[in-house]
């Protein structure tokens, strides 16, 4: 069994889960993609918009039913999916070639046992109240003023620099916001706030945009998902 989380992003408003070794040497074009689509070495996934997307990727194990009840049912895709190295990858359709340059944005490639496999593909929808309490990472006061810390600081300048500029101050403007500039790149520089960025990331894989169950004919007796 294999749980992989794999984020994404996309320009053209399409995410795909496919066998890096079946790719086309250069950028596909739409009757490419549609061949690989066709030899079940790709899914693809419309988005209706571009930005970043994550799959949570379940091999031989169902969607846990924590996870199902925020699956779109409406929204379900079934098909069939192999690779024969289990070299695969999740990513913006535009990524789907040899030569693509590495972007983390844009695609993540993971490994999952060769074979044959029926897929089950929801696109997930989660309560804003349960994002913002995901998301919600900090620990104690100083971490919280910390996270909100270059809001903060960036309006203030703003403000400040309006109201010098408003008396024609406008050197004194101009030298607020550089400060202001300065102050909030150096506070985003710091340890403490590289610490809290990384474990906002680290819950934000918790909140999958697409969940795929990929079912072997040798773990057919699993329970389906839902």
């Known amino acids: 069994m ?9 320009d053209v408003a399409e995410m795909a889960l496919f066998d890096i070794d079946a790719l086309p040497a250069a950028r596909p074009d739409d009757s490419t993609v549609a061949a690989l689509e066709a030899s079940n070495r790709l899914v693809r996934f419309p988005t209706g918009g571009d930005g970043g ?10 969607i846990p039913a924590e996870l199902q009840r925020y699956c779109l049912a409406d929204d379900k895709l079934t098909g069939a999916f192999r690779t024969e190295q289990g ?10 070639f040899v030569g693509f340059k590495p972007n983390r944005h844009i695609r993540a490639d993971g490994t999952i046992p060769p074979g044959e496999y029926r897929y089950t593909a929801f ?14 990472v900090e620990a104690n006061s100083g971490e919280l003023w910390l996270s909100r810390a270059p809001v903060v600081v960036s309006l203030a300048t703003i403000a400040l620099a309006v109201a010098l500029a408003v008396t024609q101050r406008f050197a004194m403007a101009g030298l607020a916001l550089l400060s202001g500039y300065f102050a909030v790149k150096f506070l985003r520089k710091t340890r403490a706030y590289q610490t809290l960025i990384a474990k906002r990331d680290a819950a934000q894989l918790d909140l999958p945009s697409i969940a795929v169950e990929l079912r072997s004919a040798a773990a057919s007796q699993l329970p389906p998902a839902v």
């Open 2 to 10: 294999t749980h992989l989380r794999l984020p994404g992003g996309t």
């Open 123 to 136: 696109h997930t929808e989660f309560p804003d109240e349960l994002v913002s309490r995901t998301l919600r």
């Open 53 to 62: 997307y994550l799959l949570h990727l379940y091999v031989d194990e169902p």
């Open 87 to 96: 070299n695969v990858a999740f990513g913006g359709i535009e990524s789907t």
